[in-house]
């Protein structure tokens, strides 16, 4: 157990309670994409095994900014900052699922996510800038 958490904290530093909640969010993503795909099937079915590996690759990537924190010598902060992002897209992505499966979403929770992800309505921009 003692070399596990010698590689743990050689691959991704000190725990900070980011990451167990990072990999709570991806199994749970996974997991919602699943129950939608029973729910309402899409054309276009995505396999699991090709969302486990692109959770994977942002695994890869805490990993990535672990590594470069210490080389610059920061204490984590890089990885932090990352973490806090795929903790934010987890999350929208829950959301989303969510919404596929006919879950209603607070219409103020789905403004955001448009202004997030850039499909906010352009009429209602343009007026916020008027006023």
Do not use: C
Not at 39 to 52: A, C, M, N, T
Not at 64 to 89: C, E, F, K
């Amino acid at each position: 157990m003692l070399q596990f958490e010698m590689v743990y904290l050689w691959i991704l530093g000190p725990v900070h309670p980011t990451q167990p909640a990072l990999l709570i969010l991806m199994g749970l993503d996974l997991l919602t994409r699943q129950i939608v795909r029973q729910i309402k099937p899409s054309g276009r079915p995505e396999k699991f095994s090709r969302s486990l590996l692109k959770k994977s690759l942002l695994v890869l990537m805490v990993i990535a900014a672990h590594q470069i924190d210490l080389v610059l010598g920061q204490s984590q902060n890089l990885r932090n900052a990352v973490t806090y992002v795929l903790l934010g897209n987890e999350l929208l992505s829950l959301v989303e699922q969510m919404a596929r499966a006919g879950v209603p979403i607070p219409r103020p929770l789905t403004r955001a996510i448009e202004a997030l992800k850039g499909e906010a309505d352009p009429e209602r921009s343009t007026e916020k800038t008027r006023t």
